[in-house]
């Protein structure tokens, strides 16, 4: 009985004096890295709304460093154009105009923005054609996730035998366009 609680005593031991603290400061890690994306995220759309337009600079920038805390994200972006169509009695004859308006959103994507800001042409990527353009009243809005398995989800797992979700990090940040910029 005494090699038995001498065995259990050098376990919790070691769950103590290593595995704890090792825990831990994976979660820290964690919690820095989702700070930081969530500071990338912010600035970068805010950047967005304020100058109506995304450029390639904008998206690289906030792409380095998002990946600066080591993990690797999955970026999706969402456009949405607010209109407003006339509503007619016969849409043929004008002057069926029955003096109200549908509005109509059309929503865009990465499918439909990363072609803007990357085509296949030799264009500078500081040149305007390139710039992928938001209109104020449009809406903006990024999620950010990670798709990687953090050491401390991994940590985790193994300590509960168990499997978590991948995404630790998980940020959604969005907002009306404010301004236009040229």
């Known amino acids: 009985m005494n090699s038995i609680s001498k065995v259990f005593a050098i376990l919790i031991a070691i769950l103590l ?13 964690d919690d820095v890295s989702e700070l930081v ?33 080591g993990n690797t994200f999955d970026v999706q972006m969402e456009h949405g154009q607010k209109r407003y169509i006339p509503v007619y009695d016969d849409p043929a004859r004008p002057e069926t105009f029955r003096g109200e308006y549908a ?14 800001m990357f085509p296949n042409s030799t264009a500078g990527k500081d040149d305007a054609s390139r710039r992928y353009k938001l209109h104020a009243g449009d809406t ?19 300590l509960n035998n168990a499997s978590s979700p991948n995404e630790k990090i998980f940020i959604p940040y969005g907002g009306v366009v404010r301004n236009e910029d040229d």
Not at 104 to 116: G, K
Not at 140 to 158: A, E, P, S
């Open 37 to 69: 994306v969530l500071r990338a995220t912010a600035s970068f759309v805010d950047a967005v709304r304020d100058k109506g337009y995304i450029s390639p600079t904008m998206y690289n920038d906030f792409f380095q460093a998002i990946h600066a805390t």
């Open 140 to 158: 903006f809005y990024v999620v950010v996730k990670n798709n990687n398995r953090t050491n401390g989800t991994i940590l985790h797992d193994f």
């Open 17 to 29: 004096l290593y595995v704890f603290p090792i825990s831990a400061a994976f979660d820290q890690q």
């Open 103 to 116: 509005v109509h959103y059309d929503m865009f994507y990465n499918a439909q923005i990363m072609p803007v």
